[in-house]
């Protein structure tokens, strides 16, 4: 995969893009958070460009941990922007499933993710809200 970040590129019209809060983006380009929860669901499946965006959730270290996962306990290491691609493979309504990632309750969605790749650094750039196509100047090819 290659992000090609010059100005005349492009967004592949098949790729969206997912601003995801630090340090859960990060745990997820990096293969470990494998499913990621939301209020909403949607039909799009396939390859969806992770963002960092600048919160930071301080459950995110604790749940890592638990895990047995290093190495994402403060914001200085995890960084922002955007950071790899995942595949989008399966969304369904939580029941009882997808631990130790999947949230339970009334109205949580799990986003089931696979094939993560991670860039070799972080691109910068601005997330947004909902699941969107990837900025002009960054283009995704797998």
């Known amino acids: 995969m290659t992000i090609?970040?010059?100005r005349s590129a492009r967004p592949t019209q098949s790729c969206r893009a997912l601003s995801?809060?630090?340090p859960w983006a990060n745990l997820i380009v990096a293969?470990?958070?494998t499913v990621e929860n939301r209020t909403w669901s949607t039909?799009?499946?396939g390859d969806l460009l992770i963002h960092a965006g600048k919160n930071w959730d301080h459950d995110g270290p604790i749940s890592a941990l638990?895990?047995?996962i290093v190495g994402f306990a403060s914001p200085g290491r995890c960084p922002g922007g955007y950071l790899g691609v995942v595949r989008l493979v399966d969304v369904h309504p939580a029941a009882g499933c997808c631990a130790p990632w999947g949230?339970?309750?009334p109205g949580?969605?799990?986003w089931v993710?696979?094939?993560a790749v991670e860039l070799a650094a972080p691109v910068p750039g601005p997330g947004r809200l909902g699941l969107y196509r990837p900025p002009a100047g960054i283009m995704v090819v797998r």
Request: cysteine-free.
């Open 31 to 33: 293969g470990y958070k």
């Open 113 to 115: 993710l696979t094939d």
């Open 4 to 6: 090609d970040t010059t």
């Open 103 to 105: 949230h339970q309750g």
């Open 43 to 45: 039909s799009y499946r």
């Open 108 to 110: 949580v969605f799990h």
């Open 66 to 68: 638990a895990q047995g």
């Open 20 to 22: 995801v809060r630090r």
